[in-house]
């Protein structure tokens, strides 16, 4: 069975700066799924990547999935509170089902 | 702008209770899931249905049923509550097309005492 793995577990950034998730799956990508969680509440869908090589944009988010199609990478720019949240990713793994990561938590501090 | 709707956002039940998630869509989706999110494990697929009264089971299945009567309702079913079904669970939908992801509802958190 596929396995997504993501790292780190948990990050702190001050306000303002730059930081990287990452997203390491144990077989081939063919549909990779970003997604944003606040506490305590559902998944909010960010991006979908599914050719190597592609990287999408939304705000200050970008996500790319690597050539090889093996790890995804989750890029916020210049942070701010409201990004906040466990980020999640998700991968195509039959029967129409996703198979998740365990979420990175992050942080960001005034 | 679509919808998935949990019944309950919090819940409380006793030890051996029969305890009904109920999940709502409003999206003519054909796909729908249950899974529970715990720290340190993730989120787990319990049961899945593509179809009215087609179900699959997920990965951790045991000690739960599902029920699909209807295209746009799929309820989880704890038969015997124990303490460790003690939860959030998240339901979502899913178009039957390529390149569509879930859409998750607001998740529902079980405490069983």
């Known amino acids: 069975s596929q396995e997504l793995e993501q790292s780190p577990q948990s990050l702190i950034v001050q306000e303002g700066k730059n930081l990287t998730i990452n997203c390491t799956s144990s077989?081939?990508?063919?549909?990779l799924y970003w997604y944003k969680q606040k506490y305590g509440e559902g998944l909010i869908f960010l991006m979908m990547?599914?050719?190597?090589?592609e990287e999408k944009s939304h705000e200050k988010i970008t996500a790319k999935l690597d050539e090889k199609k093996q790890q995804s990478s989750l890029h916020i720019t210049a942070s701010q509170p409201s990004h906040a949240g466990i980020y999640l990713c998700?991968?195509?793994?039959?029967?129409?089902?996703?198979?998740f990561g365990k979420g990175t938590m992050l942080l960001v501090s005034p | 702008d679509v919808k998935v709707t949990q019944s309950s956002r919090y819940l409380v039940k006793r030890t051996g209770e029969k305890v009904f998630l109920e999940c709502v869509q409003d999206?003519?989706?054909?796909?729908m899931f249950w899974y529970r999110q715990d720290p340190g494990l993730g989120l787990r697929l319990i049961y899945f249905?593509?179809?009215?009264?087609?179900?699959e089971k997920g990965d951790i299945p045991e000690g739960y049923s599902v029920s699909r009567e209807k295209k746009e309702r799929f309820s989880l079913i704890l038969e015997s509550a124990s303490t460790n079904q003690t939860s959030m669970y998240l339901c979502?939908?899913?178009?039957?097309?390529?390149?569509?992801?879930?859409?998750f509802g607001s998740g529902t958190r079980l405490t069983v005492v």
């Open positions: 979502a939908t899913r178009r039957l097309a390529p390149n569509y992801g879930y859409t």
């Open positions: 999206m003519d989706h054909e796909n």
């Open positions: 249905s593509y179809d009215v009264k087609m179900k």
């Open positions: 998700g991968a195509d793994s039959g029967y129409s089902t996703l198979t």
């Open positions: 990547l599914q050719k190597g090589g």
């Open positions: 077989k081939t990508l063919y549909g």
